[in-house]
């Protein structure tokens, strides 16, 4: 297997209230260490160079818990680090996640400062009711004024989550919802449809959901706005305009190498002895006090390999290619295909050539992605 792309993810574990449908590795916590967090991950950062060797990042992604919580200013040791070792160059991609809720904390402009150049913000619904059922801390106005904020400041790639399916949303608020999204000129779109996941305040106490029919509902709206916006579907859950997929998203989806740093943070790397997955200790104050950081290191098996590379990989509407697959795998694609890959030949859900869902098979995945299992 050859030297892959290599992605680094940086993991901030904090928010000022957990919200109840999520699952990430996020606390509620007065008064952070974040000083102390900024030096932890630089420590963190050198271990893995000196373990798996030092290459440039194609990508850097601030994702949480609330990363926009975190000062910039105890951000910069990390970014010297990174420049000091040309780890990043003015073209790399660096997003960082937001929570509209942060706004007041001023951190904006700090993080453009630094040269993050992709905000990400978690807007969810511009809807008072979905965003109360939600259990939010912010309302629609704050998250346009987020929006309008990071423009004015020079951020040029931007991206909106929302989700759909959720308390309280009927279709005609999610067509309301899509409609600000295009009224502010977003190039990239991510689109969940809320799912209910366990050790969530939603899993042991679960709200009323909307019906299939409701759903489906929605699900043609959504596809029409989205449509009209000028934005392509590239993945499950993902839109852009062209050219504006996100690097470090596709750098997963088609099975690169990431560095995952902080607390619970995942990597996977490639190495001389094979792929290696890496964790680190979910919690914030292990992590600061780095007792039992690098928690465990996994080594993937062969038939692992495949199937995971292809769980990513056919999330994506253009899939991914033999030449990628064996790259990434070091496994036969045409064996591979044989072997597993039979039933859904014989259904024509997939494209002869390489790894990629027909037109059937788009709207089979699940299926798909079951006979992987
Ligand atoms: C880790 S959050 C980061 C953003 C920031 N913490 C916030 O919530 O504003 C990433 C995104 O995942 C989505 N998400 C989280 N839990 C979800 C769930 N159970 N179902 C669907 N989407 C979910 C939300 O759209 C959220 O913005
Ligand atoms: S959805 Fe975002 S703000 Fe809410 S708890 Fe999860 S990470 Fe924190």
Redesign the pocket.
Known sequence: MRDLPRALYVHIPW?IKK?P????N?HEQADPDFAGYGRALVDDLDADLERYGSTPFVSLFF????PSLFPPKHLEPLFHRLNDLSLISSGTEVSL????GTLDLGHLQGYHDLGINRL???V?SFNRDVLKALGRIHDGGQAVAMIERAKAIGFERLNV???HGTPDQTPAIAREDLNIVRDLGISHL?W??????PN?S?YSKPPKLPNEDTLEATEEIGSTVITSMGLQQYEVSAFATPGEEAKHNMNYWEFGDYFGIGAGAHGKITTKRGVVRTRRTRQPSNYLARTDVHAEVHPLSDGHLGTECLMNGLRLKSGISYTYFKQRTGLDPVEFRAAHLMEADRLNLLTPERFQTSKLGWRHLNHILEMLI
């Open positions: 928010c919200c449908y999520c699952d990430f996020s994702g949480g818990g609330t996640e937001s929570n509209p990400s913000v978690g969810q989550d929302l989700m991510s969940y449809q809320l799912t209910i996941e969530t939603f």
